[in-house]
C-alpha cells in the first residue's frame, strides 16, 4: 500500500493555499424501484445472477439493463468512452428514479488507462516541458537581481540552474540569494537602501506569486514595530486576498476541466501571477509526474459514478461529491512524514494542487452558512433529540454502483440470501480489528499509515463504550490467526498483507469486511486476494482497490463501520457517504439494499464521529 506522494516544499516565506440530485433520507430507505440492474446478455452466469436479485429485491424489470456484448474483466478506455458509456448515460438519463446500480458477475471491472502517445497528450507535455524551461530560466535571471542588491556596481552574478533541476534546488538557492540581499540591504544608506528594497519586493513577488508576497505581508504585520507599519501590512494584505480569492476561482474552474494544452496554458497564465515561478514550477513538475504514472485508469463501477459528469479530470481521482467529505470539506489530506511547519507548508500545497488538478475538496461559502445556520438551530433546540437526520444532496450528480461477483456463481446467490436473512434477525456476531500498533496519537494525515490504525482503535472504543458488541482489537504487528477468533465475524477491518488472504475468522451470516491493501478487488474470481477469498469464504459483503488505491481511496473504518451499525442506511449509502473519490479504483461487491443491523442497531446517530454528525442534516 502506498501513500500519496510527497512534494518537496520550498521557501522560508513561501506556503500556498491554493483553496482548492439525490436527497437521501436517513429514515426512507432506498426502495428496489431505485435500483438498476446490469448484466451481460448471453451470459447465463450473469444472467442468473441478475435474476435471482431482482427476484429477491423485487427490482421492476424495466430495471434492467442487458449490455451486447460479453467483456473481460478488462477494457480499454477507448471502448468505455466511445461506446459503453453513451449507451448506459442514455438509458439512465430515461429513468431519472434510478439512483443505484447493480453490476452482476460478467460486467467489466476494470477501465484501463489513457493512451499517452496521444496527439494531446503529446501536446501536454510539449507545453509543460516548455513551461518548465521558461520558468528555470525566469528563477536565474530573478535570483540574479537578488544577488546584485546593494553591491557596489549593482549588478550580481545570475545562477546557471540546469533546465531539468530539482525545484528544492531552486527554492534553496532563492532563500539563500534573499537572506543575503536583505542582511546587505541593511548597510545602504537610507536613499539607496529604498529603491533596493523595491527590488527586492519585485524579485519575491515574480518568484513567490501574489500569495507569497501577501504572506510576506502578514509576516511584517505580525513583526512590525510599529503599529502604523502594522496597519499599512494588513491594508496591502487584505488587498492582495481579494484578487487571490478570485483567481482561486479561476483555479478551480480550470482544474474541473479535462486535462488539454488549452486548459494548461491557462492555469500557468493564473498561476504566473498567483504562485510565481515557484509555484509554477510546483505544478509543472507534478503534472509531468502524473503523465508519467499515468494513474487514469479507474474501476468500471467508480468510473460509472460519475456519468452524469462532463469533462472531469482522469488522473487519478475526482472528488465523491455524494461523501461527508466533500459536502463538509473534510477532506485535507496531509502528507505524513514532514514534521513542523515545513509539514503543515507541504500539507496545504499537496491538498492545494489535488485542488487545482480536479482531485482536491470543495470549499463553498454557501456550506459554512449551511453550518452555521444548523449550530444556530441546534442551540435553539438543544435538548429535542432530532427525529430525522438526512444526507445533504451531493453537490454533483453521483451514481451509487455496487456489484454481485464472486469466485463462484452460489457464492454471489449465497451472498443475496445471506444478507436477506442477516437483516430480517439483525446481524450478530463478533468485531474483529486488526491494527498494526497501538493508537498514534496527535492528528494523522489523510492517507497515512496512522490514520488507518487511529481510525481502527477510535472504532474500538467507540464500540466498547456505546454498545454491548464484542469487540477484538489487534495490535500486534502480524495478522490475526484462528486461534484469535473463536467466535464467527460480523464485522471485519484490518491491515496489511498484500494480495495474500490470511484466513483467521469464521464469517458469520451476513458479515462485512474489509482488508486495507493494494489490489485486493484486481479480480473476484481468482487468486489469494482478500476480496475473492473473504466472499468464496462467506463474508456477504465486501470492497476493495482493483488498482492500486492509495491509503485516502478506503473509507476510514471509524466512519464506515458506525454508519453500518446505526442500522438506518442501506450499505451502499454506507459506501458513498464515507468514500473520498470516485473515477478511481475502488469497488463495492454486495446487497447495496442490505441494511445487516435495520432490526438491532447499535449506534444512535449522536454516537457516530463528529464529522459524520455535521454532514446529516437534523430534522
Known sequence: MKMSPKYAIFSLFLTFFFLGSFLSPAVAELAPENVAI????????????ARHYALTRKIPPQNVFLLRDKHGEWISREVWEDKLRPELKKWLQE???????????????????VTMTSPQNEARRYLLDRARKENVLNANVLIGVL???????GTGEAPSLAENVPLQQIAETMEKALQESQKRLLTLPEDRKKVEAQRIQYAFQRLCGLQGFANLLAQQEKLAPTEAMANDAKIRSTVLKVEIKALTQMLKALASLPETSPRDAEILLVLQRMGGVIGTLQWVDIQLTLMGKNESYASFDSELSAIYQEGYPLMQWIPNYMSFYAVTSELAPKEPGVAGEAGEAAASAAEAIKSVRGGGVEADDAVNEQEEEEEEAEAETEDVKPRFWRAPPPLKPVLMVARLEAPRVLDVIRLIDDSQKAEAQGLQGTVYLDARRSRPGGTPGMGSYEKADQSLHDLALRLKECTEMNVVLDEKGDLLKPEDCPTPAALYCGWY????????????????????ASMEAESLKSGKLWCPRMLERGVAATLGPTFEPYL???PQPDEFFSLVLTGKFTMIECYYYTKPFNSWVMTYVGDPLYIPYKNNPQLEMDEIPETLQRFFIKK
Open 38 to 49: 446490469i448484466a451481460t446478455q448471453g451470459d447465463e452466469n450473469s444472467l442468473k445472477i
Open 147 to 153: 544577488n546584485a542588491i546593494g553591491t557596489k556596481t
Open 95 to 113: 429513468r431519472p428514479e434510478i439512483k443505484c446500480v447493480v453490476c452482476c458477475w460478467s460486467v467489466p471491472l476494470k477501465i484501463g488507462a
Open 497 to 516: 498483507s498484500l494480495g495474500d488472504y490470511k484466513h483467521a475468522c469464521e464469517w458469520g451470516q451476513g458479515s462485512v469486511g474489509y482488508h486495507m
Open 552 to 554: 485516502s481511496a478506503f
